[in-house]
């Protein structure tokens, strides 16, 4: 399928929704995550971004997240995000998010749905933390303090501004679930007539099942890389490019 025939495909839809991940933000200057510049000192994000690595050596994580929100903030968004930005208000395009650099957001993009979470949100670790009022041998509950800090340089490591106890980014991390409600909106977005999967290895489950689900929706399936990738024999189309250049010559065939 030629790109105007891609372009016909999503004037023609009642229901678009795009799926994107590192490669969106690859020309912002974000590192994706398992590209070359994926690695940071010796580690694979894959390490890292682990509860294991937090209880390990949760310096060791907050320096790397703290090295990550850094880079970000000196990060602007993309053609590719400002085309999809545009797209969610103009033709209701839903944009489900894998990348926590909130550059969909800063965009300007509707009702982004952030299935992996935000660098620059934090949540308490859940100190056992008296009620308020109990005396101190009553019952104590757990801190579930969540919150935004946008501050560069985070004082590391963080503590819960609630409670004291130590910080922890609110981010998914392997092994961990995501928020279900997250996966219930995407779900529910999956359910359209057209899907692209934009700069994604797709390798990342639940995230990358979500193509499956349009699939048995009865949407046609894009997927926009300028690599092969596990999504590619599983889609309807396949537009070998980068996003930031692909998705602006999509647009301009629109708008002709
Ligand atoms: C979970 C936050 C239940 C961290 C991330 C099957 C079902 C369920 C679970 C699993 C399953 N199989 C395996 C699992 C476990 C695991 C998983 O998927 N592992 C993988 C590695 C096999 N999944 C989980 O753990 C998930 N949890 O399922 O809960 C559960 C509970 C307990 C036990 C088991 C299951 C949680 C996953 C969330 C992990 N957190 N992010 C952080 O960022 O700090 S995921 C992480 O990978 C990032 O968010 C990243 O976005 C995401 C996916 O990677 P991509 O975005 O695709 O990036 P990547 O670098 O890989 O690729 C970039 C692509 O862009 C490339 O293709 C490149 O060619 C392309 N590109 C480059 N430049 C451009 C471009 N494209 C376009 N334009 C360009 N210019």
């Given at each position: 399928m030629s790109l105007l025939d891609l372009a016909a495909r999503i004037a023609r839809a009642a229901r678009l929704t795009v799926l994107?991940?590192?490669?969106?933000?690859?020309?912002?200057?974000?590192?994706?995550?398992?590209?070359?510049?994926?690695?940071?000192?010796?580690?694979?994000?894959?390490?890292?971004?682990?509860?294991?690595?937090?209880?390990?050596?949760?310096?060791?994580?907050?320096?790397?997240?703290?090295?990550?929100?850094?880079?970000?903030a000196g990060c602007h968004p993309n053609p590719a995000h400002e085309v999809l930005a545009r797209w969610s208000h103009e033709r209701g395009c839903r944009v489900v998010t894998q990348n926590v650099d909130d550059l969909h957001l800063r965009a300007g993009t509707r009702d982004v749905i952030r299935l992996h979470g935000s660098l620059w949100d934090l949540r308490c670790t859940g100190a056992a933390v008296p009620a308020p009022g109990t005396p101190v041998r009553g019952r104590a509950t757990r801190c579930v303090h969540a919150w935004r800090d946008e501050h560069e340089p985070l004082p590391l490591p963080p503590t819960c501004p609630r409670c004291g106890a130590l910080a922890r980014p609110a981010i998914v991390w392997f092994g961990e679930s995501l928020d279900e409600a997250d996966v219930v909106a995407a779900r529910n977005a999956a359910a359209c007539d057209l899907f692209i999967a934009i700069g994604t290895s797709a390798i990342v489950y639940p995230a990358a099942g979500l193509l499956d689900d349009a699939r048995r929706a009865g949407a046609v399936t894009a997927a926009i890389n300028p690599e092969a990738t596990p999504a590619s024999s599983r889609v309807d189309v396949t537009v070998q490019g980068r996003a930031e250049e692909i998705l602006p010559r999509l647009d301009l065939l629109l708008a002709s």
């Open positions: 994107t991940g590192a490669g969106v933000s690859a020309a912002s200057g974000v590192p994706t995550f398992r590209g070359a510049e994926g690695l940071w000192r010796r580690f694979r994000p894959e390490d890292l971004a682990t509860p294991g690595a937090f209880v390990r050596d949760p310096r060791l994580v907050w320096e790397w997240y703290a090295s990550r929100r850094a880079v970000v």
